[in-house]
């Protein structure tokens, strides 16, 4: 059973880097062809695509996020990371981390952790 769990603080300051931690069990961050993503759903909102990391390495993000996002892993404790720079209030989310099988679909998700941008 593939598990994810996505934890850092819930209150960042504006201006400052938000950084979160998903931990996945139940598969390897290298297993060929799967995708790992970083997801966000503002307040009222629907769901923005935050950006991801491949099996090998590769990372890629949203076009309106990417100057501000950075993705990485750490495959000896099978966790990848997601940092978001100079956040404003506009950045308070539910974040969630989420596995991308070969065949596109979003078969597993973390629960989600809340993020609230607040001096």
């Known amino acids: 059973q593939v598990q994810l769990q996505e934890s850092g603080p819930g209150l960042v300051k504006p201006s400052q880097t938000l950084s979160l931690t998903c931990t996945v069990s139940?598969?390897?961050?290298?297993?060929?062809?799967?995708?790992w993503s970083w997801i966000r759903q503002p307040p009222g909102k629907g769901l923005e695509w935050i950006g991801y990391?491949?099996?090998?390495?590769?990372?890629g993000g949203s076009p309106s996020l990417k100057s501000r996002t950075s993705i990485s892993r750490d495959t000896s404790k099978n966790q990848f990371t997601l940092q978001l720079s100079s956040v404003t209030p506009e950045d308070t989310a539910m974040y969630y981390c989420?596995?991308?099988?070969?065949?596109?679909?979003?078969?597993?998700w973390g629960q989600g952790t809340q993020v609230t941008v607040s001096s």
């Open positions: 989420a596995r991308r099988d070969q065949y596109g679909e979003y078969g597993y």
């Open positions: 139940g598969d390897s961050i290298t297993t060929n062809y799967v995708t």
């Open positions: 990391i491949t099996w090998c390495g590769s990372t």
